[in-house]
């Protein structure tokens, strides 16, 4: 799965920009491959790649931290939302 990171990097900045308050969000990626070699001959061969992003928050004198896993908006504003922060977009 190849993601547009600069994409990534504008959805995240907007969701910030909207949270309000002190909200930082960390994007991670890992890709990880794997091959079992047995007599010389490959018996397993994996790839794998993960996403995710961390999300810190600070309010009311509390800091609160939550994670998702996926770079999507709904998800990172759901993230966002379960440390108590409602984003000024969602509306009150």
């Known amino acids: 799965m190849q993601r547009d990171l600069t994409g990534i990097k504008g959805v995240l900045e907007g969701i910030a920009a909207s949270a309000g308050g002190f909200v930082e969000l960390r994007y991670h990626r890992k890709r990880t491959r794997s091959a079992g070699v047995e007599c010389g ?43 108590g922060r409602r984003p000024s977009f969602l509306g009150e």
């Open 41 to 83: 001959r490959v018996e397993v061969a994996t790839a794998r790649e993960r996403e995710g992003v961390g999300v810190r928050v600070i309010e009311a004198g509390g800091f609160g931290y939550a994670s998702c896993g996926s770079a999507e908006r709904a998800a990172v504003v759901a993230a966002i939302e379960r440390q």
